[in-house]
């Protein structure tokens, strides 16, 4: 069965730092998604993004977080100057046609220290 | 008032019961509505979905949607201890699809 996988699983980073988490979303879908859950949060989102550029993006979403697709396969979310706060699993997603069916990957888990 | 409201329980209930989650919403333009399923330290799995308002029943699930109220239900039947998870309503604006606004999420408890 096709899936979302996200790499790493688990990072650990300074404050400060940047970082990306990367996916590889379902290889037929054309609408890639990150969210975030802090521990004992609710799954919060971050941003969409279709054809090319970002179709939605929340109040989180600020000028240090960005997404791109640099090929054919990859989805990614840099986070440019790490904070505290900033520690949470973030969730890659995608879809096909049917909005709302969203097909989530296992996490990465980002520890910012 | 927040746009998505779910009890975060924990709910426990004996294996064999009927199980109803539930969640209320405040923007009127919610159109889709989707449950998900989420297990400790795992990405959320979509449930059941639907469109405006009315029922679907897929196995031992049933959604509910009702609009007039801004109140969508899932019930679960013959409820078995794999059913134990993190239960997540989900929704979104049909002008605003691809920003889908999760629940804080209700912890069940099935108990064999």
């Known amino acids: 069965e096709p899936e979302v996988t996200q790499t790493p699983s688990h990072q650990v980073t300074q404050m400060g730092q940047e970082v990306i988490l990367r996916c590889v979303p379902i290889?037929?879908?054309?609408?890639f998604y990150w969210y975030r859950q802090i521990l004992g949060q609710k799954v919060e989102f971050l941003v969409s993004?279709?054809?090319?550029?970002?179709?939605?993006k929340s109040e989180i979403f600020d000028d240090q977080f960005s997404v791109e697709r640099p090929d054919g396969s990859n989805f990614t979310l840099k986070i440019r100057s790490t904070k505290l706060e900033d520690s949470a699993m973030y969730f890659c997603a995608s879809r096909g046609t049917i909005a709302g069916e969203l097909f989530f990957g296992e996490g990465s888990r980002l520890t910012v220290l | 008032q927040k746009e998505v409201e779910q009890d975060p329980g924990p709910l426990s209930v004996p294996e064999g019961a009927i199980v109803s989650l539930n969640c209320t919403y405040s923007?009127?333009?919610?159109?889709?509505f989707m449950w998900y399923r989420q297990y400790s330290r795992k990405g959320p799995e979509l449930l059941m979905y639907t469109y405006s308002s009315g029922n679907k029943e897929d196995g031992r699930f049933t959604a509910q949607v009702d609009k007039s109220s801004k109140y969508i239900s899932l019930f679960i039947r013959d409820s078995q201890p794999s059913d134990s998870a993190t239960y997540l309503c989900a929704m979104s604006d049909k002008n605003r699809d691809d920003k889908i606004i999760f629940g804080k999420g209700t912890r069940l408890h099935i108990l064999p």
């Open positions: 290889s037929n879908h054309l609408y």
């Open positions: 993004f279709y054809n090319n550029e970002i179709s939605e």
């Open positions: 923007n009127s333009a919610f159109q889709y």
